[in-house]
């Protein structure tokens, strides 16, 4: 630990310094996660029973969609296997940020029992701390019945396959992973100014998740301006599946918005890295 | 958490003290007020001055259904964002319906009004039948409170029956009411005109808080056998959420699977109360479905007791 701390406080305003601050974070993160990992794994089989638990909890709502679908047929012109791959694009996505950044979302409590003074103490990164305060590795079970549903959707419908494509998709999980987990760390930011828990971001993240599970255009235009201006969740599932799909819908946008999921994602991600930043300046303990 | 489970918290002395109830009055002063089982054996004995033999118990239990009551009033702020959550919930629901019903009359003797109102139903009934992921009883078993609650006098599975009526109620005055309003402001929810629609509603609500009552008390005392309940307990709260027609009404299930799930005790915690609100079940059909409810919950009562009985045999005080 010594040499962590001492790279890391080395560091003042340069570019080199920036990174080598970066890169110790890295280091830490992966060893505070690997202790987390191995403790989790001191229990075998309630981690295996949990995370089977956790697959079938959120692999109910998969099957739900698949009942409906199998009375209705269709949705505003999507079919199953087209609304599984909107669903899996979302869960993974949505899945991979509540494993990893996690420690924001029980971020609340830190803040009222006074842990987060601890934090503050450490000379280590305060982020990377927090990131890591939480990780549960059962989680997977949430990306892996996303993973299914993509697998779904890849054998129902038609998606001609280019390595190009290929890359776009990695891109895309890449890219909602960040903006769930950007917007975690916003609900997490709240919370320097109200203390208590709020409960408004798991309605952002989950109504999210639901939201990105259908098309679009089924919603309220008021609904469809937020979760694409505001809160652009439409650029995890509904404009990347757009591209993958060829669905004559993309006609009547601008043909470059499937493109501009890496970009919502940065700028979402340096939104709440900046409030992030503001918030721990702001922070008052709360003294208990 | 809105549960805070000692008897501590279901009575509170500060609380009771500032209440001008004659009960409250009643409380001791001084020596007693400290001890937790003074206070419980005052409230006894005030319940017995005021209503004899007979009415003695059912005193204590209306007493505890009303603390648990006014314990949820605290959380009002936590009540608003819930709300404003399923609310927001509730709007997206409605879309999905409006969108699965583009180019549809009926789809299984439903409308797509019929679809919104089940839509807004689900959402508000949530926090009254509360049907998933409850701990309130494992807590207890964890910290070892549970040991002064059996210990007390009064039958340990109707105080947390009445428990959960004290809630219930709340949650269907500051929660079901407000939600079925917000539905009828946003998307036209429609509410039935005749009052004896609302009166089976109300009956067929009050045995699905019951049903899932006797649920959540089962996989709650589970905790006396495992070391954590809470798999367990998510195994049985998604099976509620699933097979209660929460996620997808039960009439849009696959027809072998609704011969199945419409006999199961889920159906009665949220579909059969529905149903009986949007006018789907009248005379011989609405008798059976509650009926239905009312068995389940008979049955899941005997479990629950017998399941208790073998928890009690079972528990070792070790003192301290």
């Given amino acids: 630990m010594g040499a962590l701390s001492s790279a890391k406080r080395l560091s003042g305003e340069t ?30 089989v309630s981690f295996l029973l949990m995370t089977l638990v956790s697959m079938v909890v959120t692999g109910s709502d998969l099957l739900a969609i698949l009942i409906l679908f199998n009375y209705f047929g269709e949705l505003a012109g999507w079919r199953a296997g087209e609304v599984a791959l909107l669903y899996g694009l979302a869960m993974v996505a949505f899945g991979l940020s509540e494993m990893v950044a996690a420690g924001f979302d029980v971020f609340p409590r830190a803040i009222q029992q006074g842990e987060f003074d601890r934090v503050l103490l450490r000379p280590v990164g305060i982020f990377v701390q ?19 549903a993509l697998a779904l959707a890849m054998a129902w419908t038609p998606i001609v396959w280019s390595p190009l494509k290929v ?29 208590q828990s709020i409960e408004i971001i798991n309605t952002v993240t989950y109504g999210g998740t639901e939201m990105a599970s259908y098309p679009l255009p089924i919603y309220h235009d008021l609904l469809q301006r937020f979760f694409t201006f505001v809160v652009p969740l439409a650029f995890v599932s509904y404009f990347p599946a757009l591209y993958l799909l060829e ?6 946008l601008p043909s470059w918005l499937p493109g501009a999921t890496p970009l919502a994602a940065a ?15 702001h922070y008052q303990s709360t003294g208990s | 958490m809105p549960f805070v489970n000692r008897i501590a918290d279901v009575i509170p002395e500060r609380a009771s003290r500032r209440s ?55 959380y009002r702020t936590a009540n608003l964002a819930g709300l404003a959550t399923n609310a927001f919930w509730g709007a997206l629901r409605s879309f999905l319906f409006l969108g699965l019903f583009q180019g549809r009359e009926v789809a299984a003797g439903w409308d797509v009004h019929d679809a919104i109102d089940y839509v807004w139903l689900t959402q508000a ?17 964890r910290t070892g409170d549970v040991v002064s609650d059996l210990a007390k006098p009064f039958d340990y599975y109707a105080f947390w029956l009445s428990r959960d009526a004290g809630r219930a109620i709340y949650h269907t005055l500051f929660r079901w009411l407000p939600t079925m309003l917000l539905g009828v402001l946003l998307f036209s929810v429609r509410l039935p005109a005749e009052p004896g629609r609302w009166g089976w509603f109300f009956l067929s609500l009050t045995l699905a808080v019951w049903l899932s009552f006797g649920l959540r008390f089962l996989y709650n005392v589970a905790a006396f056998w495992l070391m954590d309940q809470r798999g367990v307990g998510a195994l049985v709260s998604i099976a509620a959420i699933f097979l209660s027609g929460f996620l997808v009404p039960l ?38 479905a509650l009926l239905l409810q009312a068995a389940w919950a008979l049955i899941l009562l005997a479990a629950d007791r017998l399941l208790l009985a073998l928890a009690v045999r079972k528990v070792i005080i070790q003192g301290g």
């Fill in chain 1, 130 to 148: 927090v990131l890591a305060a939480d990780f549960q590795l059962r989680r997977l079970g949430r990306t892996a019945q996303g993973g299914l």
């Fill in chain 1, 167 to 195: 890359l776009y998709l990695l891109v895309v999980l890449v890219s909602g992973f960040v903006m769930f987990s950007a917007l975690l760390v916003l609900g997490a930011v709240l919370c320097f100014w109200t203390v």
């Fill in chain 2, 251 to 288: 009439n849009y299930f696959p027809n072998w699977a609704q011969d199945v799930v419409t006999w199961l005790p889920f159906a009665g915690m949220l579909q059969a109360p529905i149903e009986v609100l949007l006018g789907k079940l009248t005379g011989v059909a609405l008798a059976s």
């Fill in chain 1, 247 to 252: 669905r004559p819908e993309l006609q009547r």
């Fill in chain 2, 20 to 74: 001008s109830r004659p009960l409250a009055k009643a409380l001791p002063a001084g020596r007693e007020r400290a001890s937790l089982k003074g206070l419980v054996w005052s409230i006894v004995r005030a319940a017995a001055r005021r209503n004899g033999a007979r009415g003695r118990a059912m005193r204590v239990y209306i007493e505890v259904a009303r603390r648990a009551f006014q314990q949820q009033l605290a």
């Fill in chain 1, 267 to 281: 700028l979402l991600g340096l939104t709440a890295w900046l409030a992030w930043r503001v918030g721990v300046r």
């Fill in chain 2, 125 to 141: 009934m949530i926090m009254p039948v509360y049907f998933w992921n409850w701990w309130g009883i494992a807590d207890t078993i």
């Fill in chain 1, 15 to 44: 570019a080199a310094g920036w990174l080598a601050d970066w890169w110790a974070d890295a280091v830490l993160y992966r060893r505070l996660i690997g202790a987390r990992i191995r403790a989790q794994m001191q229990y075998r």
